[in-house]
């Protein structure tokens, strides 16, 4: 059973790690411009959180590599952007809204984003370091 629950901790741990890996590697991606960008925002309440707003971004553009067209609807590694805090919103938005380029893939350019550094860093670190921190725990009191 506890190979198991190590198994499940060291995913959850690549994950996260692939996560950073990822958003470290996209900022030396390629860049092209944007060719046509369109802004979608709105809010709701949160299902989770009573009487929390949601705020979400999403995005659709355009761009040429090489005389061939993408479309794309990626803002960061994540799709869409949603916040419940007003200032963090109104700061993506304006970011997204002002997006001049085109981040894209070297190795498979259908694969874009507009704004690099987009990941919750705090979840992710936390998500990395409570693997390795359960597994080190699993690890210390099967040798107790």
Same mark, same amino acid.
């Given at each position: 059973?506890?190979i %198991?629950?190590?198994l499940?901790?060291?995913?959850l741990s690549?994950q996260?790690l692939?996560?950073?890996l990822?958003d470290?590697?996209?900022?030396y ?7 046509t960008l369109?802004v ?24 040429? %590599?090489s ?5 794309? +609807? ?5 799709? +869409?952007v ?16 002002a ?7 070297p ?12 990941i919750?860093?705090? #979840?992710?670190? #936390?998500?990395l #370091?409570?693997?390795?921190g359960l %597994?080190?725990? %699993? ?6």
């Amino acid at each position: 059973m506890t190979i %198991i629950f190590e198994l499940i901790c060291l995913l959850l741990s690549l994950q996260a790690l692939a996560y950073i890996l990822l958003d470290i590697w996209t900022k030396y991606w390629p860049t092209v411009p944007v060719g046509t960008l369109s802004v979608d925002t709105h809010s709701l309440t949160s299902q989770v959180r009573s009487g929390v707003t949601v705020f979400n971004i999403r995005a659709r553009y355009r761009y040429v %590599i090489s005389g061939t067209t993408f479309i794309s +609807n990626r803002i960061g590694i994540v799709k +869409n952007v949603r916040t419940d805090n007003i200032n963090q919103y109104e700061q993506y938005k304006r970011k997204v809204e002002a997006s001049k380029i085109v981040h894209y893939c070297p190795f498979y350019p259908a694969y874009s984003i507009l704004l690099t550094g987009l990941i919750n860093k705090t #979840f992710t670190y #936390f998500t990395l #370091f409570l693997g390795i921190g359960l %597994i080190a725990l %699993i690890r210390f009191f099967s040798f107790v």
